[in-house]
């Protein structure tokens, strides 16, 4: 195997942090989406830490990503 | 100067995008509307909307085979991590640099026409420009406000001014010019100035001894952590609004590259959500945990 191969298996393997950023904001929004129904007049709350929330989650699968962009650009040289 | 600015090729396409969609205006109008009150009305609308869709459609498909004929289709996929260089008398200066320049000399001869021309004729009852910045200052003030604690005139206005800068970098990417977000090297700026915020409000607020004992707070194992914990804050900062940006950027350069000489107002749809929609949300994002960060510093914790 060559080493541009090794690196795009890396690359793919950092990605795999996207799955479980899915998973966390899915439950996040599920959960907010119960919580509006439940109480409908906290809407503007809700949104807003659901947001925040969403961004911390989200950062997991971006460091991931980042970190395959990295292992292609600089590594591959 | 051949490297900030996007191949000709890119350049058709943005604009045969734009009259694709004053073609559509055009053609909407052109097609003849019953009444409302008219016997088959919604028949009638019906048709319009379906001619108008396949006046876009054969627009497109006419636009997509001139531009092939002319060669202007091929494109290679050319995205790096970091920036292209170029040359500026004599001094190397990466093109994201000098495309944040031009939107801060943009922005700076705004806000020089605004206090000119708009301030000075501002009336008891806003209406117009006047109810948008009152509108835009007032939000971030209420957040500045309920991060922070009490009224902080200083860190609203850094951070309006770090709103303007940002989504003044979004529109440049509109034009198909890389913007300056997707520089590893601002964003680890613009976090590095949160990162000494906090720590500037921190000690101002609770002096060296009490910014060096909140990290000792519940216990005195926990210190390490939250030293490591605070010393990520840049960096986790930087890579989030980076990884975002690039992300997008990657995205809508591969519908272009796969498109080929058929990219013509298709990205655009795409671009409404990675242009313009995601880049906002991103740095509300910024702002808000920059804010966050900053009153987490300065608030009496229970002892």
């Not at chain 2, 940002?166 to 440049?172: Q, T, Y």
Request: aromatic content about 10%; charged content about 15%.
């Amino acid at each position: 195997m060559t080493d541009i191969g090794l690196i795009a298996i890396g690359a793919g393997l950092a990605v795999l942090t996207g799955a479980g950023a899915g998973l966390g904001m899915g439950i996040a929004t599920g959960k907010a989406v119960e919580a509006v129904a439940r109480q409908p007049e906290a809407n503007g709350k809700i949104n807003a830490l659901l947001l925040l929330g969403l961004a911390l989650t989200e950062s997991t699968a971006i460091y991931g990503f980042v970190t395959a962009l990295v292992m292609i650009f600089t590594m591959g040289k | 100067m051949q490297f900030i600015m996007p191949s000709a090729g890119k350049w058709i396409a943005i604009a045969l995008s734009l009259l694709l969609g004053v073609g559509a205006l055009v053609l909407r109008a052109r097609i003849s509307q019953l009444e409302h009150t008219d016997e088959g009305y919604r028949a009638a609308k019906k048709k319009r909307n379906l001619l108008m869709m396949a006046g876009v459609l054969l627009l497109w498909l006419c636009s997509g085979l001139i531009l092939s004929s002319f060669g202007l289709g091929e494109r290679e996929f050319t995205v790096s991590i970091s920036p292209a260089r170029m040359d500026l008398f004599g001094l190397s200066v990466s093109s994201t640099v000098f495309v944040s320049w031009i939107v801060i000399a943009a922005l700076t001869l705004i806000t020089a026409i605004i206090r000119i021309f708009v301030i000075p004729r501002f009336q008891e009852t806003p209406r117009g420009i006047q109810l948008v910045l009152e509108t835009a200052v007032g939000a971030i003030n209420d957040l500045a406000k309920e991060k922070y604690g009490q009224k902080n005139e200083g860190l609203a206005s850094y951070f309006f001014a770090l709103a303007a800068l940002f989504i003044g970098s979004a529109i440049v990417e509109l034009f198909g010019v890389r913007p300056p977000t997707t520089d590893l090297s601002m964003t680890f700026t613009y976090a590095l100035v949160t990162f000494v915020l906090i720590n500037v409000y921190g000690i101002r607020k609770k002096g060296v001894t009490g910014r060096l004992q909140s990290f000792v707070k519940p216990n005195a194992i926990i210190a390490p952590f939250k030293l490591l914990s605070d010393l990520a804050i840049p960096i986790s900062l930087a890579c989030r609004l980076f990884g975002n940006m690039l992300g997008g950027m990657v995205v809508i350069e591969l519908v272009y590259y796969a498109l080929g000489a058929y990219s013509v107002g298709m990205p655009a749809v795409l671009g409404l959500y990675f242009n313009a929609f995601h880049p906002l949300i991103q740095f509300f994002i910024f702002i808000n945990l920059s804010l966050t960060f900053i009153g987490e510093a300065v608030e009496e914790q229970m002892a």
